[in-house]
């Protein structure tokens, strides 16, 4: 299949069109920019799904260096702190900026932002927009914005399949659209893909967010970091819905409580009892669920008939799974949300391959450690958008190169692959279901399949969850339940887990003989 090569004079391609997506697009304005998303804009991104609110110290007893010590306290020793500190500094201003840009985020009677409190924070600093709706919100607006912007060329319906790479450095980009392949030629690309929970059966994400954009980066030669720690939110609503519907950390926030199917409430003599950090919540509904009691999330007392008004997403959803939570306790299970990992990069987004950036749940700048702070991702992605801009605007789009290659891999689907990389990267894991998971996954991602890409960023996953030998934020060994004395980042590389993972099929295969 030989591509339809579309010339675009050298502009910088972002890929992916959620937050991080459309706030590099408009920061790049008025340098001309082309925006890939996959699906109509606004669709099929977890950004639109976002409940939760951007953290920032705004209140008059906050400070951004309680912020700095919530967020490291909740990295469990993993964040790179310079990185953190940029950030939490950062935010105010961001927030300032959406506000100009026509954010309706919730006031006071006095016109002063609302703040909301989640888990592992030690103030109020969550700013949310219209309750529950904070995602959608901004999505609405910036999308509107990005449409009005005339430097901004949108490309919708179009899927990224393959980067280029010539000589250590991108040249161009392989997608396809509704007219067949094309190639842009470009030496400036800024992945803004999303995360991973598509990879598992029980998620809150989009269930195309299979790790696309580390798929991509990975058979470029890019250096990914930190992989084996996947957030997953204790609290989604039981159902049958996918994506499941977030019971947003608000509600725990305004004081809900967790109880078994007979009324005990298991996490009280925990420290922190409900706004513990997300991976003490979690493993510890795990365990009930895995002890065949169900779980339920109670806002009778807390908030009653208020619930409604509170959080009307939320409302709607639960009403729709036959729930009315002001009168009756809502059933949740906790549900693949948030990568830490990604494609490593520099303070500007930039990753190890020359003219390739990444930003938002993509990327991997440090920031979350092992466990990331609730409502800092949409904090990160408003943050450190302005400074992928800038280092993307500040580097030479370069000559173009006048040939590209043109082998098509299939588009991808990871169905097939959900069953076993549930079972094998999920809350609790062990070395044997890894090492099994990691064969399993090798054959699939060399093969040229549907699912090779998602096989190949779930072998990768348990790459990095075998090669860390303890149990550390959201990365829990059963086998390794101890923690390091010593906190490492951990990267990897394609080839890297390649190699491991064919050591591992050797291994098997002499001890079957």
Request: glycine residues 10%; contains cysteine; neutral net charge.
């Amino acid at each position: 299949m030989t591509p339809d090569v579309r010339y675009i004079a050298g502009a910088p391609v972002i890929v992916g069109a959620g937050l991080a997506g459309l706030l590099t697009a408009l920061h790049l304005a008025p340098q001309p920019v082309v925006l890939l998303s996959r699906t109509a804009l606004g669709t099929e991104t977890s950004s639109v799904l976002a409940q939760g609110g951007l953290a920032a110290s705004l209140g008059a007893d906050d400070h951004h260096e309680l912020h700095l010590t919530d967020t490291l306290a909740a990295g469990d020793g993993l964040c790179n702190e310079a990185m953190a500190r940029r950030v939490v500094e950062a935010v105010p201003q961001a927030i300032a900026h959406l506000i100009r840009l026509g954010a309706p985020f919730d006031c006071n009677s006095d016109s002063s932002l609302r703040l909301g409190l989640e888990a592992a924070h030690s103030r109020r600093r969550i700013v949310h927009a219209a309750g529950d709706g904070t995602g959608r919100e901004l999505l609405s607006v910036l999308i509107a914005m990005a449409r009005r912007t005339p430097s901004i060329t949108i490309l919708e319906n179009m899927d990224a399949l393959r980067l280029i790479v010539v000589e250590g450095g991108i040249v161009g980009l392989l997608a396809i659209g509704p007219t067949g392949v094309v190639s842009l030629p470009t030496r400036r690309i800024v992945l803004a893909t999303g995360g991973v929970g598509g990879l598992f059966r029980d998620t809150t994400n989009p269930l195309s967010s299979f790790g696309h954009g580390l798929a991509l980066a990975a058979c470029a030669g890019a250096e990914l970091a930190d992989l084996e720690f996947i957030q997953f939110h204790p609290t989604a609503l039981d159902c049958s819905r996918r994506p499941m519907p977030l019971i947003s950390e608000a509600v725990r926030g305004e004081g809900a409580v967790l109880v078994d199917e007979h009324g005990r409430r298991f996490l009280a003599d925990t420290p922190g009892a409900e706004l513990a950090p997300r991976d003490v919540v979690a493993r510890a509904i795990w365990n009930q669920l895995a002890a065949g009691r169900r779980v339920f999330l109670d806002a009778r007392q807390s908030l009653g008939h208020k619930f409604a008004k509170r959080f009307p997403a939320i409302t709607s959803a639960c009403r729709e799974a036959g729930v009315d939570p002001a009168v009756a306790p809502i059933p949740v299970r906790p549900a693949a949300h948030y990568h830490m990992g990604g494609v490593a990069v520099d303070a500007e987004g930039r990753s190890s391959v020359a003219g390739l950036w990444a930003c938002g749940e993509v990327a991997c700048t440090g920031l979350h450690g092992a466990n990331r702070l609730a409502s800092n991702s949409l904090a990160e992605t408003v943050a450190t958008a302005a400074w992928v801009a800038g280092s993307v605007a500040g580097t030479s789009a370069g000559w173009q190169w006048p040939r590209l290659p043109s082998i098509v891999p299939p588009r991808p689907d990871p169905s097939s692959i959900r069953r076993l990389t549930s079972k094998a990267l999920g809350i609790v894991r062990t070395g044997q279901a890894l090492r099994e998971a990691a064969r399993a996954l090798l054959r699939i991602a060399v093969s040229d399949k549907a699912a090779s890409d998602p096989a190949l960023v779930a072998l990768l996953i348990a790459t990095a969850a075998l090669r860390r030998e303890e149990s550390r934020g959201s990365h829990y060994r059963s086998d390794f339940t101890g923690r390091n004395a010593v906190p490492l980042p951990s990267r990897l590389t394609l080839c890297a887990a390649f190699e491991s993972a064919i050591a591992l099929s050797w291994q098997a295969s002499e001890r079957s003989c």
